[in-house]
């Protein structure tokens, strides 16, 4: 299917344990972000990645890991989760930087208990 | 910290009505971006309006920009059921970074 899907939609993991979220787009877009979106802070820049293998910190990097190896996959990883980190967790992609339209993902629905 | 703050949070009129919500800044800004998002899916985009402009219309959705009040205002135009949504504005200031609000709740009653 086109478009940016993220997986999985739901998620409980429990305090301390590692947790993947995945996310893939199949428009080759070259940027690629993750956010976090929390009542009272609406979407907060975790990463973002400017193409295969090159990635940067966003507003709100600690605790938070990600990857490029490929152009289409963009996984975040919590390497210890903590309940500060239960949020929904949004994927988005886009051509360029700037002016140009973000194509959002569903969100991942992560709690930590 | 943020840049772009919509007011109000929260909107609640009849279907028919127009909506209208805002959005102020603190920084000089490029450009300023509209998205939508509906309860439990991603944002999708609305309109981009370019600091260079004033104005700018897609169908039902009227954007205005006033850098020197550093403010935009989204106007939804004869409001559906379907409009029934939050409302970001994005502002991207230097090195091309986007920054979301917090959003305007506009509950549209059918």
């Known amino acids: 299917d086109a478009g940016i899907t993220q997986s999985p939609r739901y998620k409980i993991t429990e305090t301390g344990r590692q947790v993947t979220l995945m996310c893939h787009q199949t428009?080759?877009?070259?940027?690629m972000f993750w956010y976090r979106q929390d009542l009272g802070h609406g979407l907060r820049l975790i990463y973002y990645?400017?193409?295969?293998?090159?990635?940067d910190k966003g507003e709100v990097p600690d605790g938070y890991v990600v990857s490029r190896s490929k152009t289409e996959n963009f996984p975040l990883t919590l390497e210890s989760a903590t309940r500060s980190q239960t949020s929904v967790y949004f994927c988005?992609?886009?051509?360029?930087?700037?002016?140009?339209?973000?194509?959002f993902g569903p969100g991942t629905r992560l709690t930590v208990t | 910290s943020q840049q772009g703050e919509e007011d109000p949070q929260a909107l609640s009129i009849q279907e028919g009505e127009n909506a209208t919500m805002n959005c102020s800044y603190k920084t000089s800004i490029n450009n300023l971006q509209w998205y939508r998002q509906n309860s439990g899916r991603g944002l999708v985009h609305l309109i981009l309006i370019r600091s260079n402009e004033r104005e700018k219309h897609s169908g039902r959705l009227r954007v205005t920009l006033d850098t020197s009040k550093k403010s935009s205002s989204l106007l939804i135009t004869a409001s559906r059921a379907a409009d029934t949504a939050s409302y970001f504005c994005a502002t991207e200031g230097g090195y091309q970074k986007v920054t979301f609000g917090t959003g305007t709740k506009l509950q549209v009653i059918p």
């Open positions: 428009w080759s877009h070259s940027y």
């Open positions: 988005a992609s886009s051509a360029r930087r700037g002016a140009y339209e973000q194509y």
């Open positions: 990645s400017a193409a295969a293998d090159i990635t």
